[in-house]
């Protein structure tokens, strides 16, 4: 199974990404994660990639696109991967369309979770974040089990700088503006699924599952 998770930042994509991957046995590729990574190793990609990241811009396309190029080919996406957050603009969705042909495969569904505007700012000045291993937590809809802890490597919970409320709002302009074409873009080769994002975690699950025909 090949999937691209849509939707703007804090509409549950990560949370999403994380159960799909436990069924599907498959790895999520997201570019944010690796991006936080690179930043956290003081790689140059990362020194590179900080700036964009922490105004809420998008990185370059080259960086992103070369990225991904890197680790579709890893053995652990034989069986199919997830990818949450990428492509974020019609130059990357063309450039994956690109690589996935040159391996032969292709995407098999998009998934748009739809969430408005007013939701995701809620959501997102309440979420947290293992600073280790990437997973997402919110104060309010998906708490932790020990206060400040990771429940999967009890590295410690931190908020992301750019889910600030000013950045957050940066983020979903720069959302509408080089995001959303790509629900029309993917709608053209009938491969976009739409979700209903702002119910809860398990239910937006469920549907995903409908809707992949797998319940
Ligand atoms: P995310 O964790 O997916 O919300 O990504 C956090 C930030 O990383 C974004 O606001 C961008 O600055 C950068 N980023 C992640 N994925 C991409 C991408 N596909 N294209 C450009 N920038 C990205």
Redesign the pocket.
């Known amino acids: 199974m090949r999937l691209i998770l849509l939707g703007a930042?804090?509409a549950g994509?990560?949370t999403q990404a994380e159960m799909l991957m436990k069924y599907y046995k498959i790895p999520t590729i997201?570019?944010?994660?690796i991006?936080?990574e690179h930043i956290s190793n003081k790689t140059d990609l990362g020194k590179q990639?900080t700036k964009?990241?922490d105004a809420?811009?998008?990185?370059?396309?080259e960086l992103?696109i070369e990225l991904v190029k890197d680790r579709i080919t890893r053995d652990d996406c034989k069986n199919g991967m997830i990818f949450?957050?990428?492509?974020?603009?019609i130059p990357?969705a063309e450039a994956l369309d690109k690589m996935l042909n040159d391996l032969g495969i292709s995407i098999d569904y998009v998934i748009d979770v739809d969430v408005p505007d007013e939701n995701i700012i809620e959501r997102m000045s309440g979420r947290r974040v293992c600073s280790k291993c990437g997973a997402s937590y919110h104060t309010k809809h998906k708490k932790e089990k020990l206060e400040g802890n990771c429940d999967e490597c009890a590295s410690t919970l931190m908020q992301?700088v750019?889910d600030k409320e000013e950045t957050v709002k940066n983020?979903l302009q720069?959302y509408h503006m080089q995001t959303k074409p790509l629900i029309e873009y993917y709608n053209k080769q009938n491969k976009v699924l739409y979700i209903d994002g702002t119910a809860d975690v398990i239910k937006v699950h469920d549907s995903i599952m409908k809707l992949l025909g797998e319940n």
């Open positions: 930042p804090g994509k990560g997201s570019t944010g994660n991006f936080r990639a964009y990241m809420g811009q998008l990185v370059p396309d992103v949450d957050g990428f492509p974020r603009t990357q992301r750019d983020r720069v």
